[in-house]
């Protein structure tokens, strides 16, 4: 297949484990928090949420180590271009999207993110998402931790911002959905994610 390279197997393997135990993982709080939705057995909500929990826990922390170790957390990393490339990419977003014009930044090898992307996924991937696995063990495990999680104001402290904390996660997930068919197809985003490939500039 033609084009750049931009997404090794290991990437695209986590995105996909991510995305669909992150998508679990919100369906099945539903019932958890909202009893007259609750569209399976409360006990069985409770034991899919652990699992995709400690999954997505698991798979997070590949993720990082491999991040590390392969250097790809340059993608994060700012650039001396990144100040013209945001308004390049705000015009696009609140104008050129909707005029059908091709976007001012393209994936490629160890720039698969562009000056927007960067410091959302930043957020997500180094404070929202650590931090709701940190809570989520902590309610999990709430005896075991119980000097720790009392000495952060108690279980329904922690629940509250775990909550929240979702929130903010499924917001942005939906965004990401929305943004994923915003190429140059419909399904152009989401073939890059699955073969790896994306078309040459």
Do not use: C
């Amino acid at each position: 297949m033609k084009g750049n390279y931009v997404y090794p197997a290991s990437d695209r393997i986590w995105h996909w484990i991510h995305a669909i135990s992150i998508s679990l993982l919100v369906l099945t709080a539903i019932p958890l928090h909202f009893p007259s939705l609750r569209f399976i057995p409360l006990k069985t909500a409770v034991q899919v949420h652990t699992f995709f929990g400690l999954l997505v826990s698991f798979d997070f922390l590949l993720y990082l180590l491999n991040m590390f170790f392969y250097g790809s957390i340059k993608n994060y990393l700012p650039r001396k271009t990144d100040g013209k490339e945001a308004i390049l990419m705000v015009r696009y977003y609140l104008w050129g999207i909707f005029r059908g014009q091709e976007e001012p930044f393209h994936p490629r090898p160890g720039r698969r993110l562009n000056a927007l992307q960067k410091p959302a996924y930043f957020v997500v991937m180094f404070v929202l998402v650590p931090l709701q696995i940190a809570t989520g063990i902590l309610i999990w495990r709430a005896v075991q931790f119980q000097n720790l999680v009392n000495s952060l104001g108690g279980i329904k402290t922690l629940s509250e911002f775990h909550i929240l904390n979702a929130y903010l996660l499924a917001a942005f997930l939906l965004f990401h959905i929305y943004l994923g068919t915003t190429g140059k197809t419909f399904w152009y985003f989401f073939k890059v994610m699955i073969t790896g490939y994306a078309e040459e500039d």
